[in-house]
């Protein structure tokens, strides 16, 4: 089947179906949720949806461990749910991405628990079990840590081995080295795609590949052993593999999380000609106002531009970008990239679409971003749902009182959580998001922020992105153009151009919650002038020096 490379351009919504909207009132977003608001989406004009996990899992991780790979958890509905949802998603022009993770297994799916039963099961080999050191081999292999802290060991008494797991312990890592743990990936995703699937999400992907013997890891600050399975020794050649024996007989998209990914790294996954993923997440734009990727920092324009600037002169025409602020895994990004937006809401939020928007690459916005969700303020520690935090406060264990403000003030800021309040539909009972007890915390602000109240307002933040998804549809500048940042240091001004085939895409975007004084670049000459995007209204015709209000966002086509 020919590759169309749909991706490039698509803009692509992303789902988190437990907190998306819920159909039978048990607090829980659920398939039936989405096929009811599969007009919502289409109205708002996006081309693909990025449905996180929704097989069978005992939620350890929110649906990240994966019990049963070919069928759906019990709180989201049934296969047939799915197949509705897909027809309906097909019918209205939207493609489906599921989420693909398969580094990792529940510690209940059928293949672990039969790993786990005797050392020559047939399925032993389908995760990384190892002999432990010390006396009696009561340590574990090696000084690995997961990445929900502690060792990524876990010692199992039936066999007196351990299991590899850089994740939660309910989540072994699968064995990529056995050509069967292969042959059982390629089956499950030619399943998906038979069923309609139109790509995949590759959940850390790029831990697939571990090195041989499994040596310890240099001493770091945060995770141990990353050298030894990130970018692993095989990892282009299971992909490869992959590619070749499924997804490249499918007009689909795969798009790789690579946290770590260099430009370098990246033009390799990425490459046309070398048939592994379509295009990667990286992730140093959401780690530049952070400390160790977790701790806060001072948010710096010129930081975040560099990052930018970056990955769109060094990945053209070698690879192809992935544009975001939020995701599941992210907190909101109104705050947190703007600082305080005060009465601008709505302003800071047009913005911050602008400056990501208009580059090169695949824009993704996570459900509630097209609305300007926020943080949530969330109480006390006991309000989090996030397994992560349930790690964080078991390492901290009889001393968690002593810091605990700290602890809480952090996680205001970073926590994923954040990111999974449920949806804010109306100013009704639970933001209309369920009609019983909501899964988690609810934000109180969605009496103010909700869907019904931006469908009503022709100026909300909504409507600004309905015009902002119509304009990048078939623009070549977009798609095409090269890119040019002006004032890299500016610490207030972003501002950046596209130029393909004799026109010119100008972006100004001021992320001062003041006004700015704007000078235009002195190169910059043109025949005429249109402004496309405007967040004030379309009052500025042409560009000139000017005094840019707060949060100000332009984007004008120049011939």
């Not at 996990?53 to 509905?77: A, L, T, V």
């Not at 499950?188 to 590949?209: A, E, H, K, N």
């Not at 000459?525 to 496309?532: A, I």
Request: hydrophobic letters at 35%.
């Amino acid at each position: 089947m020919e590759r169309t490379r749909w991706y490039k351009d698509a803009f692509i919504y992303q789902i988190y179906p437990r907190s998306f909207y819920d159909s039978n009132g048990d607090g829980i977003g659920d398939l039936r949720g989405i096929i009811g608001k599969l007009d919502y989406l289409k109205d708002l004009g996006i081309d693909a949806v990025w449905l996180s996990p929704c097989y069978k899992s005992p939620n350890d991780d929110n649906g990240y461990d994966i019990s049963d790979y070919r069928d759906i958890m019990d709180e989201f509905g049934t296969l047939e749910d799915w197949k509705e949802m897909v027809a309906g998603m097909h019918e209205r022009g939207i493609r489906l991405i599921m989420d693909l993770v398969v580094n990792h297994t529940s510690d209940e799916h059928r293949w672990f628990q039969e790993s786990r039963k005797s050392k020559d099961n047939p399925y032993r080999n389908y995760y990384i079990w190892r002999k432990g050191k010390g006396k009696n081999g009561k340590k574990p292999p090696n000084n690995w840590t997961s990445r929900f802290g502690g060792p990524a060991w876990t010692y199992d008494d039936t066999t007196g081995e351990w299991y590899l797991h850089l994740f939660s312990r309910k989540q072994p890592d699968l064995n990529w080295d056995n050509p069967e743990v292969r042959k059982e990936v390629q089956d499950l995703v030619r399943y998906w795609l038979d069923l309609g699937c139109d790509g995949f999400r590759c959940d850390v992907i790029t831990y697939i590949s571990k090195r041989e013997g499994l040596p310890d890891g240099k001493f770091a600050i945060g995770l141990v052993g990353d050298e030894h399975f990130t970018h692993g020794p095989n990892i282009h050649a299971y992909l490869n593999e992959l590619n070749q024996k499924v997804l490249s007989h499918y007009d689909c998209m795969t798009v790789g999380e690579a946290a770590g990914v260099t430009l370098d790294e990246a033009a390799l996954y990425t490459g046309e000609s070398r048939n592994e993923l379509d295009t990667v997440f990286m992730f140093e734009h959401v780690t530049c106002d952070t400390y160790f990727q977790i701790l806060p920092r001072k948010f710096s324009l010129p930081r975040l531009k560099k990052i930018f600037s970056k990955w769109q002169y060094g990945l053209r025409d070698r690879g192809w970008n992935s544009l975001y602020y939020e995701n599941h895994d992210q907190p909101r990004s109104l705050g947190r990239f703007t600082g305080d937006f005060g009465t601008h809401r709505k302003e800071a939020a047009k913005m911050l679409a602008v400056s990501i928007y208009m580059q090169q690459g695949t824009p993704y916005v996570f459900q509630g971003q097209e609305i300007g969700m926020t943080n949530c303020p969330f109480d006390n520690l006991d309000e989090f749902q996030d397994v992560l935090v349930k790690y964080v406060r078991d390492v901290l264990g009889r001393f968690e009182f002593l810091i605990r403000p700290i602890v809480l003030n952090v996680l205001r800021k970073r926590a994923r959580d954040n990111a999974r309040t449920p949806m804010q539909w109306s100013s009704g009972p639970q933001a209309g998001f369920t009609t019983g007890k909501p899964w988690m915390k609810i934000n109180p602000n969605y009496k103010d922020i909700n869907v019904e109240e931006a469908l009503e307002d022709p100026d909300s933040i909504l409507r600004f992105y309905q015009k902002l998804i119509a304009f990048r549809k078939n623009n070549d500048i977009i798609k095409y153009g090269t890119y040019k940042e002006n004032y890299p240091d500016d610490k207030q001004i972003y501002c950046y151009e596209r130029w393909w085939h004799g026109e010119k895409l100008f972006v100004i975007c001021n992320f001062a919650n003041a006004e700015v004084p704007f000078r235009m670049p002195k190169d910059l000459s043109f025949e005429c002038c249109d402004l496309k995007l405007h967040n004030y209204g379309y009052d500025r015709p042409k560009i000139a020096d000017c005094i840019l209000r707060p949060y100000e966002a332009l984007v004008y086509v120049i011939k």
